[in-house]
């Protein structure tokens, strides 16, 4: 297929695009390099079968030309930020819920009919049932990311059912892995290289969560749109297990052959909106022949490797 | 206290302001009269503790102005047409969850942290749990309207947790009454006018809908947000009971005194993104001691009246 790409530079998108290269499929990459890295798109530079258009999803007619030809739109641009949500609440709404009506028309406008799409396991805000399944009480939404996703899958679902298109949905717990900027592990490590002595946790590092490694997520992807109903397919992705931050933060300062002084701010979320277990029932994507390969402990150690190599990728996030 | 009423001159917003006005409170309405009627506000216009701004609820420094010096915000302004949402997408997107984005950074701008929204049972998309209680199994949209009026709910419910909000969410059946000037009563009221010998319905007539009367519908709102508690409020609002759309026929054809010829244009949906059978749970409204006066049929026929005394309304809506 010729495969569409949105955020083809960020850190799924990029492991995305490598991807899809590898098994044979020509890629459009699409980004507006405001978070995403030209360096994560090297190898794929050099291939014949990859493009990179330098662009803002909100350019409408910039996303439609681009579109033209392809068969399938893999769209993962978004503000991946879920902790600063009330200091620009506009943010969420222009670069997620906005952003992908654009896609969504664009796609219209071009006549891509397929579309796979990144939301999250934050859209069950402070769920009433572990491990959460797809179709668990109707949620009430607590952060204004979680709130800008569902409205990205109700559009995605009412353009499912009003104008044909298949649409694969999958809710993501934390990905992790070669490219992660940001997030937990980016986090703590960056702080301990300031300092190796003390580290501050948000929150009171007893939070309960689910990470998953990103070639684990992206097999999955690959294995969903080969085999789910869609009408649409609404997937769960996530590993069977869920560790406390403080396990997190042992297996990062172990490897790392630190005793850092933990403090913690306290409380049971560690940001407004934060959700202090999140534990999804996968039993969906298991049912399609997927399994993750990689435990969530192996996923935090091969990031934190990743983080260990690649020191640039702190100095350009400054 | 002094209430703020967005969509002020619609159906809804206009039998809220005069009720508002009755029970002593002070009102300013705001609307920027595309659908909202300034007949509808006759009464409300020659009361002292009344203000119409006439804005657009998209222009945020006005509606900030305008708001200020308020307590409470009713959030009505909406586009309400539920059937066209697949010839125009972007209108729900617009007038719906970005207008309902600006009222709620206008209220952060001016101070006011009380909101009554007017969601829908649309959102419940094809239920699988009858009657639908507020905690359903988490639906997927399949409509625009439906789609654009989750997103509204997230983004309140996110401000409530995010900005300290109190929030009151009400999804509403079908609401019909005096001002009605859309939706299926006026419809065939209007057909049966130009032609009383024959009516074309859109499904087969067997679509199962709930109505509920819009003075039934304000008594809910008051005791709502006197006595539900607030995180936000999630309440569904309608009556025990369904009718079938031939019922209704039969009702509005017996008190014209008709027999038109019926035909329909087949099938279980009336159009993409209807609902075949809308039955909501409203126990929790119940458990706040709230109860409907006026049946569905009573209902009905309540609004057939003031179709036939206010023939007005079809000149006007051309």
Redesign the interface.
Known sequence: MKAFVTGGAGFIGSNLVDRLLLRGDDVVAYDNLSTGRREFLREALANPRFALVEGDVLDGDALSAAMRGCDFVFHLAANADVRF??EH??KD?LQN??TT?RV??AMRESGVKRIAFSSTGSIY?EPVVFPTP???????????Y???K??C???I???C???GFSGWIFRFVSILGERYTHGHVFDFYKRLRDDPQALHVLGNGKQRKSYLYVHDCIDAIFAAIERAET??A?LNLGTDEYCMVNDSIGWITGALGLTPRLTYSGGERGW??DSPFIFLDCGRMRQLGWAPKLSIQQGILRTLDFLRANPWVFDATQ
Do not use: C, M, R
Request: aromatic content about 10%; hydrophobic content about 40%.
């Open positions: 949500g009330v609440p506009e709404l819920t906005i009506f969504l028309e805000g797809e179709d668990a009480p109707f949620p009430v939404q607590t952060s204004l979680g709130a800008s569902l409205a899958e109700g559009l679902s009412a353009y059912n009003g104008f009408k649409p609404i407004i909106g």
